[in-house]
Nanobody, 123 residues
Framework: QWQLVESGGGLVQSGGSLQLSCAAS????????LGWIRQTPGSEPKEVAC????????TYADSVKGRFTISRDDAKTMSYLQMKSLAPEDTGVYYC????????????????WGQGTQVTVSS
C-alpha cells in the first residue's frame, strides 16, 4: 500500500522559515518525480516545486524561486521543501506528490498525493 505523509506545517510569521517533510512508501522511490503542490480555498492547486527522478532537475514556480528549495533523500525515501522568507501569500495546504514520470513536473499530473499539511503565514 503506497503512502505519502507530510509533516512540518504550522503557523509562522512573515519572513520566517519552515521545512516540510514527506515520508514515502512508494517503490522504487528513486525513480519517481516528486513535487509539492499548494492549495488555497477557491483556487486551483499550484505546483510550487518539483524534482526529477534522478534528482538532476528541479523546477519552481516563479513566486517561490530563490526562497524555496526542494530536495530528496532516496535512501530514506523522503522529500523536503525548505521554505524561507515566507509571506502571507504562501499560506495554503501543501501536498506532497509523486509520479513515475518526470513529465509530471511540467504537466502537474501526479499519480500519488499525500493528505496535506497546513502552512499559515501571518502578516
Amino acid at each position: 500500500q503506497w503512502q505519502l505523509v507530510e509533516s512540518g506545517g504550522g503557523l509562522v510569521q512573515s519572513g520566517g522559515s519552515l521545512q516540510l517533510s514527506c515520508a514515502a512508501s512508494i517503490f522504487p522511490w528513486e525513480y519517481y518525480a516528486l513535487g509539492w503542490i499548494r492549495q488555497t480555498p477557491g483556487s486551483e492547486p499550484k505546483e510550487v516545486a518539483c524534482i526529477s527522478g534522478s534528482g538532476g532537475n528541479t523546477t519552481y514556480a516563479d513566486s517561490v524561486k530563490g526562497r524555496f528549495t526542494i530536495s530528496r533523500d532516496d535512501a530514506k525515501t523522503m522529500s523536503y521543501l525548505q521554505m524561507k522568507s515566507l509571506a502571507p501569500e504562501d499560506t495554503g495546504v501543501y501536498y506532497c506528490v509523486a509520479d513515475y514520470s518526470d513529465r509530471a513536473c511540467s504537466t502537474n499530473q501526479f499519480s500519488f498525493w499525500g493528505q496535506g499539511t497546513q502552512v499559515t503565514v501571518s502578516s
